[in-house]
């Protein structure tokens, strides 16, 4: 039996952040209810590329989930839709900074109708402070926490990566929040709430480099160069990262380049023992 069998999640997300954290459960086991606004639904319908007249990325975000199309600008919407929280285990949204509130659908006024109610909100800056209001999009996240100038080649400026790293990465953190809140809601028997914002999302993933998280969060003022296709490790050497590429296409058989200024360090020999590692 899945692990999430029996959990039900209700869905007010659209887009990529939100909708990926809620598809990870899916594949989980918890039954997901996708609420959406006529008469369009989720923005992401209308993309491309079309598969059979819809649209593929929307297919991959929310296949597995079930649909509730409900106008949630009218009392008998809301009402609705609130005659559903006591039957569910987690709330997820990604709205613009005060929609749920304004609606009546916040955490505080559903809490009181379900106590053991996971309320998790997805957005650019979180709920508070003073860019709560402020729209984010995944583009946005990349060139505030500092992805953008570290990706791309040396002199040609900053690049945003090719996926939406950081809404993906924000939905899977999400998720990841929620499994935490069930287990501790199994001991407590309380719920409660997760205010989660792909703005820190970005200098979060690049932990493992403590210089570009001072730049990113204003500590210092230079911003690191972008890397190219090398990698700075552990031992201060740059080597080229084409080390995954040889080893996805040979299987550790083939050719494994490893330069540093004449030597190499075989800091990847148990990676692949049979990589041949060359000045």
Not at 11 to 22: E, I, R
Not at 109 to 118: D, E, F, G, M, V
Not at 179 to 190: D, F, I, Q, V, Y
Not at 265 to 274: A, H, I, Q, R, T
């Amino acid at each position: 039996e899945p692990y999430l069998a029996g959990v039900r999640v209700l869905d007010f997300t659209q887009y990529l952040a939100g909708p990926s954290c809620t598809r990870l459960l899916v594949e989980l086991g918890a039954e997901v209810i996708k609420v959406e606004m006529p008469p369009w639904g989720d923005p992401t319908r209308a993309g491309v590329p079309r598969i059979n007249g819809r649209a593929g990325g929307f297919i991959q975000q929310n296949r597995g989930k079930r649909s509730l199309c409900v106008d949630l600008t009218t009392p008998e919407g809301l009402d609705l839709v609130k005659a559903l929280v006591p039957h569910v285990d987690v709330l997820v949204e990604n709205y613009s900074h005060g929609v749920m509130a304004r609606r009546g659908m916040d955490y505080e006024t559903l809490s009181a109708i379900n106590p053991r109610l996971i309320y998790a909100s997805v957005s650019g800056f979180g709920q508070d402070g003073p860019d709560a209001a402020r729209p984010g999009v995944d583009q946005i996240a990349q060139g505030m926490g500092g992805l953008m100038s570290i990706t791309g080649e040396p002199g040609q400026g900053p690049m945003r990566v090719g996926i939406p790293i950081a809404d993906l990465t924000s939905g899977l953190w999400v998720a990841i929040g929620i499994l935490s809140m069930l287990a501790g809601r199994a001991k407590t028997g309380n719920g409660g709430y997760l205010d989660a914002f792909t703005r820190v999302v970005v200098p979060a993933v690049r932990a493992y480099k403590p210089d570009l998280i001072m730049v990113a969060s204003g500590f210092d003022a230079s911003a690191p160069d972008p890397l190219g296709r090398q990698m700075v490790t552990s031992e201060g050497y740059r080597r080229m990262t084409q080390m995954m590429m040889a080893v996805a296409d040979d299987v550790c058989g083939g050719r494994l380049v490893v330069t540093h200024e004449g030597g190499y360090s075989p800091v990847y020999v148990p990676f692949c023992g049979l990589a041949v590692l060359e000045a």
